[in-house]
Structures are given as structure tokens and as C-alpha cells.
């Protein structure tokens, strides 16, 4: 990988949330540790996370969007192709027009978007030796060399047939999961739980839904139990949650980088059925799972029907409430421990798969 110059192209916003350029992120540092060049190539929307991207000594290459008004006031959506606000067509363009701008030698394009499909990675094939696509929704057509779904599927060897071209070389599942070393680090020191004591709460990088403001009506009722909820940088409730708190046994984080030391530090979780998943099964934490978008669903259903997680389809205050009393008692608390099986990851290179 040495002096080989990799791109990706990945979106962050209140809308698409920060999880594509979180595990973007974390294959670009596999690759600098291979002293590969990376940028990172994004729309200039709000809350993009180029400072944070900025911050781990990548350079960024922003594409223009001059409607950010117009982009906050829109409703949520899982229809995925207005998360682009651009067509395609133009969004192929202006990267390969900015990479031309640049004269930047492109051997290995990363495309993590759920707005792109095929179409896209055919034009900007032009710009590029080989192309990696990052998916988890199988619901669209890719031309790429090597497509990575991370996700645990019970149908994962099935999902890309007739979505991918014939010479795809598919990396499918957990075993290829985008572990950042902070994880690995931690993944390695696991503190041995005994009781509830400090529950951890993060609903993804955007909880665009809100499910942090719901969680807040019961903490008070908990006195003895120490909550840590986590709000993500792209996240626009942020202020409101903040003056939400008035409990003395809650601590608000926001924006941290010491989350799976925070994972680790903690007794149960209450959180979303995003990319966290994986990190919190990885650190043994149990807990309770919400999808918080419908991508969620198919893959929290999978790992629950292995026992592998506690999942709820539906999010009801007064069962949660149930629940943590419940498992305030520290015989069913070491009961739920042990019904949850542990997750078999097996640590599998995505850069020893991928040729440049």
C-alpha cells in the first residue's frame, strides 16, 4: 500500500448521520498505517464532519452545496436519493472534476453512499484504477472491484446476486468489520461486570428521531444508577437534551473520542442498532436495542434471532422502565449476561483482500 493514493467518497449530515464517515475513517487509518495517501472527498453539507475528519490528518476535498437553509428544514426520509440533493449524474462530475483539479493519481476510490449506485461508479471509473463500494442494503446495482458489507445477515451470501457485476470480489460480514484500534485496545482489557451500575446511552451520531429526549423522563426514577448519554456531533437536538437534564446521576457527553473506553466503563446499554452494534458486542456489553432507522431492522432482527442481542421492534418507556428494574437486581442482571451469546468475530483484513 505504500505511496498508493486512496479516495473516499463518503457524506455526513443531520440526515445521513455520521456512521459511513466513522467506519470510513477507521479503514483510512489501516491504510496510512500502510503509508497509503488518503483524502476524503465530501458535500459540503451541514454538520459534514470535515473537522473531524480534519482533526485525524486527512485532507478533505469538499464538494459545493450552497442550499444549507433549504437542507435543515427537510422532513426525515429512508428514501435515500434525497439525502444527495444533486443528481448523480452531476455528484459524478464535480468528483471527478475536483480529483482533475487536484491531479490527484487515484489508484483505490471508496464509495460509501446509499445515494450511489452504479451509475456513478461506472463514470468515475475514469478517475480511478479500482473501486471499493461499502454497503449494508443490497438494494440497488454496483460496478465495482470489490464491494464490503460489514453487517451480519442471515441471508449474507445470497443479498448481492444480480447486484453486483461477475468479477466483484464480495467481503461480506462481520469478520471484515471496520474496527478502529481504540476499539481493539479495549477489546483486549474487558472489565468483568457484576451488577447495574452505569448505563450507557448513545441512539448513533444523529438520532434524528430523538430517541435521547425520550430516554430522559425515567432517569429520575433510577437515583441509584448512573446514566451516560452520548450525543453525536451531528446530532441537532444537542442544546435541547442539554437543558433537558436536571438529574444529578446523569453526565451528557458530546462528540467524544473515548467512546469504547466509555463502553467499556459501563454496565448496560440503551442504544440504536447502528454501527455501534458491533462495538458494544465486541466490549460483551449487554443491553437493550431500537433501530432508529429502518436500514436497522433486517440486521438487528438477524442478530436477535442468534441471541446476540436484546432487541425491541417497538419503543415503549414503561417496558424499558420494567427492565432496568428488573435488571437492577443483580441475580436476573448476571441471568441477562449470560443468555446473550457471544458474537464468534473473527478479525479478517479488508487490505489483504484488496490488489492496487
Same mark, same amino acid.
Given at each position: 500500500?505504500?505511496?498508493?493514493?486512496?479516495?473516499?467518497?463518503?457524506?455526513?449530515?443531520?440526515?445521513?448521520?455520521?456512521?459511513?464517515?466513522?467506519?470510513?475513517?477507521?479503514?483510512?487509518?489501516?491504510?496510512?498505517?500502510?503509508?497509503?495517501?488518503? =483524502?476524503?472527498?465530501?458535500?459540503?453539507?451541514? %454538520?459534514?464532519?470535515?473537522?473531524?475528519?480534519?482533526?485525524?490528518?486527512?485532507?478533505?476535498?469538499?464538494?459545493?452545496?450552497?442550499?444549507?437553509?433549504? =437542507?435543515?428544514?427537510?422532513?426525515?426520509?429512508?428514501?435515500?436519493?434525497? &439525502?444527495? &440533493?444533486?443528481?448523480?449524474?452531476?455528484?459524478?462530475?464535480?468528483?471527478?472534476?475536483?480529483?482533475?483539479?487536484?491531479? !490527484?493519481?487515484?489508484?483505490? *476510490?471508496?464509495?460509501?453512499?446509499?445515494?450511489?449506485?452504479?451509475?456513478?461508479?461506472?463514470?468515475?471509473?475514469? !478517475? /480511478?484504477?479500482?473501486?471499493?463500494?461499502?454497503?449494508?442494503?443490497?438494494?440497488?446495482?454496483?460496478?465495482?472491484?470489490?464491494?464490503?458489507?460489514?453487517?451480519?445477515?442471515?441471508?449474507?451470501?445470497? %443479498?448481492?446476486?444480480? $447486484?453486483?457485476?461477475?468479477?466483484?470480489?464480495?467481503? *461480506?460480514?462481520?469478520?471484515?468489520?471496520?474496527?478502529?484500534?481504540?476499539?481493539?485496545?479495549?477489546?483486549?482489557?474487558?472489565?468483568?461486570?457484576?451488577?447495574?451500575?452505569?448505563?450507557?446511552?448513545?441512539?448513533?451520531?444523529?438520532?434524528? $428521531?430523538?430517541? /435521547?429526549?425520550?430516554?430522559?423522563?425515567?432517569?429520575?426514577?433510577?437515583?441509584?444508577?448512573?446514566?451516560?448519554?452520548?450525543?453525536?456531533?451531528?446530532?441537532?437536538?444537542?442544546?435541547? !437534551?442539554?437543558?433537558?437534564?436536571?438529574?444529578?446521576?446523569?453526565?451528557?457527553? =458530546?462528540?467524544?473520542?473515548?467512546?469504547?473506553?466509555? !463502553?467499556?466503563?459501563?454496565?448496560?446499554?440503551?442504544?440504536?442498532?447502528?454501527?455501534?452494534?458491533?462495538?458494544?458486542?465486541?466490549?460483551? *456489553?449487554?443491553?437493550?436495542?431500537?433501530?432508529?432507522?429502518?436500514?436497522? *431492522?433486517?440486521?438487528?432482527?438477524?442478530?436477535?434471532?442468534? #441471541?446476540?442481542?436484546?432487541?425491541?421492534?417497538?419503543?415503549?418507556?414503561?417496558?424499558?422502565?420494567?427492565?432496568?428494574?428488573?435488571?437492577?437486581?443483580?441475580?436476573?442482571?448476571?441471568?441477562?449476561?449470560?443468555?446473550? #451469546?457471544?458474537?464468534?468475530?473473527?478479525?479478517?483484513?479488508?487490505?489483504?483482500?484488496?490488489?492496487?
Amino acid at each position: 500500500m505504500k505511496n498508493k493514493v486512496i479516495v473516499f467518497r463518503v457524506d455526513a449530515s443531520p440526515f445521513i448521520g455520521s456512521g459511513h464517515v466513522m467506519r470510513c475513517l477507521n479503514l483510512a487509518e489501516m491504510f496510512r498505517e500502510q503509508q497509503g495517501k488518503v =483524502y476524503f472527498l465530501c458535500r459540503d453539507y451541514p %454538520r459534514n464532519l470535515s473537522a473531524e475528519i480534519i482533526s485525524r490528518d486527512f485532507e478533505v476535498l469538499l464538494l459545493d452545496f450552497d442550499k444549507k437553509e433549504e =437542507y435543515l428544514v427537510q422532513t426525515v426520509s429512508d428514501d435515500y436519493k434525497q &439525502w444527495l &440533493w444533486v443528481t448523480q449524474d452531476q455528484d459524478a462530475l464535480e468528483s471527478m472534476d475536483i480529483i482533475k483539479k487536484f491531479e !490527484i493519481s487515484v489508484d483505490l *476510490l471508496i464509495l460509501d453512499h446509499y445515494a450511489l449506485d452504479s451509475d456513478w461508479e461506472k463514470k468515475c471509473r475514469a !478517475i /480511478t484504477r479500482r473501486i471499493l463500494v461499502i454497503d449494508d442494503l443490497a438494494n440497488r446495482l454496483h460496478n465495482c472491484d470489490y464491494l464490503l458489507d460489514q453487517n451480519y445477515f442471515s441471508n449474507m451470501a445470497d %443479498r448481492y446476486l444480480g $447486484k453486483v457485476n461477475s468479477d466483484c470480489k464480495l467481503l *461480506l460480514g462481520p469478520s471484515y468489520f471496520l474496527f478502529s484500534n481504540s476499539l481493539l485496545y479495549q477489546a483486549k482489557n474487558i472489565r468483568q461486570r457484576t451488577e447495574l451500575k452505569r448505563i450507557f446511552v448513545f441512539f448513533g451520531g444523529a438520532d434524528s $428521531k430523538d430517541f /435521547t429526549s425520550k430516554i430522559l423522563p425515567l432517569i429520575k426514577d433510577f437515583p441509584l444508577l448512573e446514566f451516560h448519554i452520548v450525543v453525536g456531533a451531528v446530532n441537532p437536538n444537542f442544546l435541547k !437534551i442539554k437543558n433537558s437534564i436536571k438529574d444529578k446521576n446523569c453526565k451528557l457527553y =458530546y462528540n467524544i473520542n473515548y467512546m469504547h473506553e466509555l !463502553i467499556n466503563d459501563c454496565d448496560f446499554g440503551i442504544c440504536a442498532g447502528g454501527v455501534n452494534t458491533y462495538e458494544r458486542m465486541l466490549l460483551r *456489553l449487554p443491553g437493550i436495542v431500537y433501530a432508529t432507522a429502518e436500514n436497522q *431492522l433486517e440486521t438487528c432482527n438477524a442478530l436477535a434471532d442468534n #441471541n446476540y442481542i436484546f432487541f425491541c421492534t417497538e419503543f415503549d418507556l414503561d417496558y424499558l422502565r420494567n427492565k432496568l428494574r428488573e435488571f437492577s437486581v443483580v441475580d436476573n442482571y448476571q441471568r441477562f449476561i449470560l443468555s446473550l #451469546n457471544e458474537f464468534p468475530f473473527t478479525n479478517m483484513s479488508v487490505l489483504s483482500e484488496v490488489a492496487l
